[in-house]
């Protein structure tokens, strides 16, 4: 069956993160830019796709693109190919095992080639996005910062790095260690990373996260049209915990066991991957409340646009009341009008 329209609902990542965090854990940052592309839909915006998106309010016409995202700077200059066109070969041969998915309601069978492309192709799929991506800038970033504070309280550290800045400049630095000091403690700048760093820290996380989720055991789950539909989001790998934690640790992880993976494969099929031999949700979804938990797992991690193939889907509120989109939309505004503290 294909789509041919889709509703895009343009909301600002902050809503969506209060609106959805009361009920649900979150396991990154919500506010960041858009996504680079939603790819669970089986090759969202592309010719012969599931969905078709469009933007509108001066906002791009297609998927959510951003420029060079993937470019890196080598020996030979800038390297826009080598990551497009990995990522290109895991994206066709995962169309294709989607395609297969949302018309037999099977996952393939672990250790296949299939299998192995699918995981492949959900932890690049997790990784890959903005929303990942700032936030572990945002966590390097802090670090340095922290480590930048604690050094320069020590003024012989401090005139040993000035010293090996003007030996390699072959320049006269007049900066004194109490101006800095005052410059540090301002907080008035920022720490940026080049793309080099982002893609080199995407490697590391796809090679920690490959391994447990091919450990986990995939469920199909489906959902009639009476039941309602599943949505998506512009970061729709969505990582939760299955059983309440509490204390300082309590995010879940990929490798923590009682954690489950939800990735949206179309209106009526999704993914969930659990560590545990036995799944207690797999095939047909039992009550319109299952669709609505799932579609709320969603919207949590949305970072700026959540997908819809109709006008209306469900999801649940903090109190476990089944809720539609005007629903939500009433919430945006609650939260706009609401004064600040």
């Not at 909301?11 to 996504?35: G, K, W, Y």
């Not at 012969?48 to 469009?54: A, L, M, R, T």
């Not at 954690?259 to 991957?273: A, I, N």
């Amino acid at each position: 069956m294909k789509i041919t329209a889709t509703t895009v609902f343009i909301i600002s990542s902050r809503s969506i993160c209060n609106i959805f965090q009361c009920l649900f854990r979150q396991a990154s940052s919500l506010s960041c830019p858009l996504a680079e592309r939603v790819d669970a839909y089986a090759c969202v915006g592309h010719p012969g796709g599931c969905f078709k998106v469009e933007i509108k309010n001066n906002m791009p016409i297609e998927n959510c693109a951003i420029r060079n995202f993937h470019t890196v700077e080598t020996l030979e200059g800038k390297d826009s190919r080598t990551f497009e066109e990995a990522f290109s070969l895991v994206e066709e041969n995962a169309s294709r095992i989607i395609k297969n998915i949302n018309a037999t309601f099977m996952a393939p069978e672990p250790g296949t080639d299939d299998y192995n492309w699918l995981i492949n192709f959900i932890a690049i799929l997790c990784e890959r996005t903005p929303a990942r991506r700032k936030h572990f800038s945002e966590m390097t970033a802090e670090m340095y910062k922290m480590i930048t504070r604690v050094g320069f309280q020590h003024k012989e550290y401090f005139e040993s790095q000035k010293r090996i800045i003007e030996e390699k400049t072959g320049e006269k630095n007049n900066l004194t260690h109490e101006k800095l000091l005052e410059f540090i403690e301002r907080d008035e700048y920022e720490v940026v990373f080049g793309n080099n760093h982002h893609m080199k820290s995407f490697m590391d996380r796809l090679d920690v996260i490959i391994e447990p989720l091919s450990r986990r055991k995939w469920s199909v789950v489906t959902s009639p049209p009476m039941m309602g539909d599943f949505i998506c989001s512009d970061n729709p790998v969505c990582l939760r915990n299955v059983t309440k934690v509490t204390g300082f640790f309590s995010s879940p992880g990929h490798g923590m066991f009682n954690t489950e993976v939800s990735l949206p494969l179309s209106p009526r099929v999704v993914l969930l991957g659990r560590f545990e031999d036995y799944h207690p949700m797999s095939g047909l979804v039992p009550n319109r409340k299952t669709v609505a938990a799932i579609n709320s797992f969603t919207g949590m991690y949305a970072e700026k646009f959540i997908f819809s193939k109709k006008q209306d889907f469900l999801w649940t509120d903090t109190v476990g009341k089944l809720c539609n989109t005007d629903d939500f939309k009433r919430k945006l505004v609650e939260k706009k009008e609401k004064p600040k503290e």
